[in-house]
């Protein structure tokens, strides 16, 4: 069974400038999750998606920061404009049947 | 106060050691406990998990939990360098909730 993926798996761009990030989840799997991941710290929810519809997005910084499912398969995060703090690595998950997450490698943002 | 804390490290043991790693949480409602391992570089994939009260043990490792104390504690038998990562615990309400991750405690086991 193929797993979470994600691209890409580095960026770097420069302060105010926008970066989009995919995944594609386990296949049947209804539930998506963005976290965001700051060096030292856990994972932090951004936006949980059920199919194309969203769950959650309180912690989302919706002035800069959108996500979409269209289709309810694969996802979209985009960052515009980027700040300094937002570099981090931003996790994908995707729910099974019994609630565990199963997690792609994370796409590692740096904003200089 | 946090919803999740833990004791960042990173912890230092020999091969062969017995590791304690722990976890405290301060929603009452939380019924899962799961223990998630993250590699350097890797994202975090589910260790083991428990429901409400109790002890849970697979192979070297147990996961226990005290719901009065509301404190959560992962043991590893045996260490091995293999075992060096970081260790997250994350409760939640029920399977349907999205989880909440502690900090996360950085464990390395030396040869």
């Known amino acids: 069974e193929a797993g979470v993926a994600q691209s890409p798996r580095y960026k770097i761009i420069e302060k105010r400038q926008s970066v989009a990030f995919w995944c594609n989840p386990i296949?049947?799997?209804?539930?998506l999750y963005w976290y965001q991941q700051i060096l030292g710290q856990g994972p932090k929810l951004l936006i949980q998606?059920?199919?194309?519809?969203?769950?959650?997005d309180s912690q989302l910084p919706k002035d800069r920061f959108s996500a979409e499912r269209l289709k309810g398969v694969d996802s979209t995060l985009k960052i515009q404009p980027a700040k300094l703090e937002d570099s981090a690595v931003y996790l994908c998950?995707?729910?099974?049947?019994?609630?565990?997450?199963?997690f792609g490698e994370g796409s590692r943002l740096t904003v200089l | 106060q946090k919803e999740v804390e833990q004791d960042p490290g990173p912890l230092s043991v020999p091969e062969g050691a017995i590791v304690s790693l722990n976890c405290t949480y301060s929603?009452?409602?939380?019924?899962?406990f799961m223990w998630y391992r993250q590699y350097s570089r890797k994202g975090p994939e589910l260790l083991m998990y428990t429901y409400s009260s109790g002890n849970k043990e697979d192979g070297r490792f147990t996961a226990q939990v005290d719901k009065s104390s509301k404190y959560i504690s992962l043991f590893i038998r045996d260490s091995q360098p293999s075992d060096s990562a970081t260790y997250l615990c994350?409760?939640?309400?029920?399977?349907?909730?999205?989880?909440?991750f502690g900090g996360g405690t950085r464990l390395m086991v030396k040869p």
């Open positions: 998606f059920q199919n194309n519809g969203v769950v959650d």
């Open positions: 929603n009452s409602a939380f019924q899962y």
């Open positions: 998950a995707s729910r099974g049947g019994a609630g565990e997450l199963f």
């Open positions: 296949s049947g799997h209804a539930t």
């Open positions: 994350a409760p939640h309400m029920n399977a349907g909730n999205m989880l909440t």
